[in-house]
């Protein structure tokens, strides 16, 4: 299983761009990268998702290097409303086999 | 997500009772997943279905069953009820798109309190 590693919390200020890096040494040849948010007491919410390169929404970027081994979560001019906590993915479910898991992702708390 | 939804959202119970938590979606997915949260850590898996005959153990499946009625209803059942069960319990769907790549999908969650 692709273990992930990322920051245990984070603190930023309104209007500031926010970066979390994620740690994915073991990342397979197929593997996907997926970032969730959580708010408090509801279930996580998909964010982003890529494979390679930069993946750009409506919400955030995602940064992946040419080794894969890390990927970055960029949040642009955070509000109030983006403290959550951050969940780094990697992988899916093949051959019948789950390998989506959730660490303890990153709390990220935004400041006036 | 409101395609997602999940009862009860709270549930007090006692010691040794067994108690059904239900989910269903309207997303046409065919994968349903259980998973519990205790405060600030990450998900935990449960149990996990691919198809309607299809149910797998998650990591931490002991005190727990499922039963996956129709491909829209997945419900977790505590069987006896202890106190460690407290947590915050949430069902997912999953879109997945080939082998290596899905997003999952989250009901709003059920707060269960086992006394």
């Known amino acids: 299983l692709a273990k992930t590693t990322q920051p245990i919390s984070m603190d930023s200020y309104e209007g500031q761009e926010v970066n979390i890096t994620c740690s994915h040494n073991n990342i397979a040849t197929n593997d996907y990268i997926t970032w969730y948010q959580q708010f408090p007491s509801q279930g996580p919410r998909f964010i982003i998702q890529g494979y390679k390169t930069k993946v750009t929404n409506e919400v955030a970027s995602l940064f992946i290097p040419a080794d894969r081994k890390s990927s970055t979560l960029s949040l642009p001019r955070v509000s109030l409303s983006d403290t959550a906590v951050y969940y780094c993915?990697?992988?899916?479910?093949?051959?019948?086999?789950?390998?989506?898991?959730f660490g303890a992702g990153t709390r990220l708390a935004v400041h006036p | 997500d409101a395609d997602v939804t999940q009862t009860p959202r709270n549930r007090i119970t006692k010691t040794g009772k067994r108690i059904m938590l239900e989910c269903s979606q309207t997303?046409?997915?065919?994968?349903m997943y259980w998973y519990r949260q205790d405060p600030g850590l990450g998900l935990r898996l449960i149990y996990y279905?691919?198809?309607?005959?299809?149910?797998n153990k998650g990591e931490i499946s002991d005190g727990y069953s499922v039963s996956r009625q129709a491909q829209a209803k997945f419900s977790l059942s505590l069987e006896s009820a202890i106190p460690n069960q407290t947590a915050l319990y949430f069902c997912a769907t999953s879109d997945r798109r080939d082998a290596y790549r899905e997003t999952q999908y989250f009901g709003p969650g059920t707060r269960l309190l086992v006394l």
């Open positions: 993915l990697v992988g899916g479910t093949s051959g019948g086999y789950n390998k989506l898991i």
């Open positions: 279905s691919f198809d309607v005959k299809d149910i």
């Open positions: 997303k046409g997915h065919d994968r």
